[in-house]
């Protein structure tokens, strides 16, 4: 799937000049400024391309050569753009690709964005970082002094900072360099341990259901990089917990709860989990179409150096409430229910 941005939100963040002149006069453009090119991928397949892995996707980076003149019939305005004396246009198309990074994105909670400086002639020019929403790829001049002749981005996510050669395609990864290495995980589920241990007793089999998928290992996860020598091992966890009954002593008796809220806590071996972060899209407590059950799902990331365990620890507690009581029986109004499960990483 590409994340793309619309030719609209270019042109909202573009900064483009004040009049550009359609012979080719005084056009007001100064150095720094960036000009809309007239097609979306207009530099797509005619220039260097490079790619740079960031925690929220892959940048995906054509530059043209730099040229000292635009024609009317290449510019979003219609009108044609010449360069001051001194100066060169630097043409970059750009777009995410999100294919492999989109199933783990819910393990981030950061706001950050990219922030990326042009670099040409020794002046850096900083540029509108690309949308991840929107349709299209964006294509664009940017205006710089000299000739433009070995233009680099510097593009920072979160103070981690990676170097991109426009004429070679090169990027200087750094830290960053475990995202070059990830691939698209895979999608399967393995099941928890069976044995699971009830905070509480009923005669009634409780149902409960228990998943976990493949671990993964990123530099980035949550809102920071991981330390030096550490990395952020994340995992995905699938519950569902049924209607619990309480049955009196004399089995005839008892009340009907369904869950409606649930705190969820984790252990890697000894390693507590740094974020817990709860999946909405997949997250129905009480689930109305399925009989009441309270079904969550948690990314769930911990910070790991070197050979970390593989026996995952799952704690959850429920709030109860009362759905029905039946055979005269008594009951209260809420419960609390602790679920602990075990799984062991695959």
Not at 8 to 19: F, K
Not at 47 to 63: I, K
Not at 302 to 314: C, H, M, Q, T, W
Not at 329 to 343: C, F, G, I
Request: charged share 25%; proline share 5%; net charge negative.
């Amino acid at each position: 799937m590409l994340l793309r941005r619309s030719s609209t939100g270019l042109l909202g963040l573009l900064l483009l000049a004040p009049v550009l002149a359609a012979c080719g006069g005084d056009s007001g453009i100064e150095v720094g400024d960036v000009v809309a090119a007239a097609d979306d991928a207009q530099f797509s397949g005619q220039g260097v391309e490079s790619v740079v892995a960031l925690p929220v996707g892959r940048l995906e980076v054509t530059a043209g050569r730099p040229v000292t003149e635009i024609s009317a019939a290449d510019t979003r305005q219609v009108a044609k753009v010449v360069a001051p004396e001194g100066s060169a246009f630097v043409p970059i198309t750009w777009q995410y690709d999100a294919a492999t990074f989109g199933a783990l994105s819910g393990y981030l909670t950061t706001d950050a964005s990219p922030v990326i400086d042009l670099v040409a002639d020794g002046a850096s020019y900083r540029i509108p970082a690309p949308e991840l929403t929107g349709e299209g790829s964006s294509s664009f001049y940017v205006l710089v002094s000299g000739t433009g002749a070995d233009p680099k981005l510097d593009v920072d996510f979160d103070g981690v900072t990676q170097k991109v050669d426009l004429a070679s395609g090169e990027v200087e990864e750094g830290r960053a360099a475990p995202l070059y290495d990830i691939t698209k995980p895979r999608a399967k589920r393995f099941p928890c341990s069976p044995e699971v241990e009830f905070g509480r007793t009923t005669p009634r089999a409780p149902e409960f259901t228990c998943t976990v998928t493949r671990p993964v290992d990123l530099p980035y996860a949550g809102d920071a990089w991981a330390a030096e020598g550490h990395s952020w091992r994340v995992v995905t966890v699938r519950t569902t917990l049924g209607r619990w009954t309480e049955v009196a002593d004399d089995l005839k008796s008892g009340a009907v709860y369904y869950a409606d809220n649930v705190e969820s806590s984790y252990r890697l071996g000894d390693v507590e989990a740094a974020h817990v972060i709860r999946n909405s899209t997949n997250t129905a407590c009480p689930d109305l179409t399925n009989s009441g059950a309270c079904t969550t799902e948690f990314k769930v990331v911990f910070d790991v150096e070197g050979k970390p365990s593989r026996a995952l620890a799952i704690e959850q507690d429920f709030d109860l409430r009362l759905a029905t009581v039946f055979g005269g029986s008594e009951a209260t109004d809420t419960l609390d229910l602790k679920v602990n499960a075990t799984a062991r990483l695959k």
